[in-house]
């Protein structure tokens, strides 16, 4: 839980705070890639570590990620510039791509579907939380104090999670030499960064049809086709191509896909675009905010009694329905937007993704083994991270391209618009993850069993 928590608040604490960072380091055009850079760094190192996971255990991977998360903190507080804040954020994105899905893995080897249940309404307790402390203090350090605290509170949270990790953990493996894949890693590591990189700049830095935006494009695609080549002949895969041909596997990295893509938009521009339009504060904006990680966890601690009692797929399609319904909402009220209005369907928004992102992972986890678990769970959130990142790209292109190189403060008409095309966005995304959860298989197939290889100490 507190592991999780370092993901949970940093996911909510920066967002309210990027009016204040601009302010102080400038760069406003830039301030998408805050968000891009972490996500891609996170998305690219998670197959990496899932695969690593499975072949010396979850601890040692968990710790790594602690470590380099607690790195990017301290680089993060330290930036003296735009440049370097994205540049130390990088880093933090490294640790977090360990940290995110190796606390899911390891709830998922200590605890059966029944089991689980239960124990998904403690982690969802964490982002309850996290939904508040995080955009709260936010605002706070923005308003009262400095933005720099937002990233310093990380690092009593990391010494805590490693000590507890460190004492109450023990796992049993069988320690047998792998070959890593690396290869792969650095076909897939490359090939993102392009297509991020010509996502974000292409229609800013250069114009589309240039040659720098069209090159990085198809350098982008040439890369991702030979790392699929690659997998397909690799002994041990960084991203198994068989969990590609499950239908519910399938299912599962749509549905992850399209809630990353939906959660960074809204998280992106929702807390700029109150404070620009409506003129409140960073602490309000963050509160508002707060409701759509707010009614995540609400719904997510209760999503196990609804899939034991109605199965993966109708939990789910419910989960899809409300997103749909919420996302539809906020672009009609961001025409003439309140904070009561934008509050409201972010908590639409969040309540569905609660019912339709943790049963879809839960199902996931609970169609494979242990040997293939961390695997399967690295690459839901590798689909997650991938769709922020790829997502935050194509907004902010997006808006940035609708701005025209205006200052939002100066032109807040004009950055109305842009925002509100880039909620339609949104709303596609949120199209795509009713289509994952109603590929979802109606009866879902479980190999789980009581937990024998990892459990707490006490």
């Known amino acids: 839980m507190v592991t999780t928590g370092l993901v949970a608040i940093d996911a909510t604490i920066l967002a309210t705070a990027v009016p204040t960072i601009v302010r102080e380091l400038g760069g406003f055009e830039s301030f998408p890639w805050l968000f891009s850079v972490y996500l891609l760094t996170q998305a690219v190192s998670v197959p990496i570590y899932s695969k690593l996971a499975d072949t010396v255990g ?28 994205i540049a130390a954020r990088a880093v933090q994105g490294l640790g977090a791509g360990a940290v995110q899905p190796m606390a899911i893995t390891i709830a998922g080897d200590i605890y059966t579907v029944a089991e689980r249940a239960k124990a998904q309404a403690y982690i969802a ?12 203090l936010g605002g706070v350090f923005s308003e009262y104090a400095s933005w720099r605290w937002i990233f310093w509170v990380n690092v009593p949270l990391c010494a805590w999670a490693a000590w507890l990790l460190v004492r109450h953990l023990r796992e049993d493996v069988a320690r047998v030499v792998h070959r890593i894949d690396w290869a792969g890693g650095a076909l897939l590591t490359v090939g993102l960064t392009l297509l991020v990189l010509a996502l974000l700049e292409g229609g800013h830095a250069w114009p589309w049809a240039s040659l720098p935006s069209i090159g990085s494009l198809s350098l ?11 997998e397909r002949r690799a002994a041990e895969p960084v991203l198994p191509l068989w969990v590609f041909r499950r239908r519910l596997l399938v299912a599962a990295v749509l549905v992850a896909l399209s809630v990353g893509a939906v959660l960074v938009g809204l998280s992106s521009y929702i807390p700029t675009f109150l404070e620009v339009l409506l003129g409140v504060t960073p602490l309000v904006s963050g509160l508002t905010l707060a409701a759509l990680t707010l009614g995540w966890p609400i719904t997510a601690s209760q999503s196990g009694r609804l899939y034991l009692r109605y199965g993966f797929r109708a939990t789910a399609l419910t989960g899809a329905a409300l997103v749909l319904v919420g996302t539809v909402a906020l672009v009609v009220v961001s025409l003439r937007p309140t904070v009561v209005g934008v509050g409201l369907c972010c908590f639409v928004v969040g309540a569905g993704m609660g019912l339709a992102a943790s049963p879809t992972l839960i199902a996931a986890q609970a169609s494979v083994g242990w040997g293939d678990r961390g695997v399967v769970t690295g690459t839901n959130a590798f689909a997650r991270s991938l769709g922020s990142a790829v997502g935050v790209a194509l907004l902010g292109a997006l808006v940035n391209g609708l701005l025209r190189g205006a200052d939002a403060t100066q032109e807040p008409e004009r950055f109305q618009q842009a925002v509100t095309v880039a909620l339609v966005g949104v709303v596609l995304a949120a199209v795509a993850l009713a289509v994952g959860a109603a590929l979802i298989p109606r009866s879902t197939p479980t190999t789980d069993r009581p937990p024998d290889r990892a459990r707490p100490s006490d």
């Open 125 to 136: 307790a964490v982002w309850a939380a996290s939904s508040v402390v995080g955009p709260t």
């Open 58 to 85: 979850r601890l040692p991977v968990v710790l790594v990620g602690i470590g380099l998360f607690l790195l990017g903190s301290v680089l993060c507080g330290l930036a003296w510039s735009m440049p370097a804040l």
């Open 220 to 230: 982008a695609v040439v890369l991702l086709v030979a790392f699929v080549l690659v």
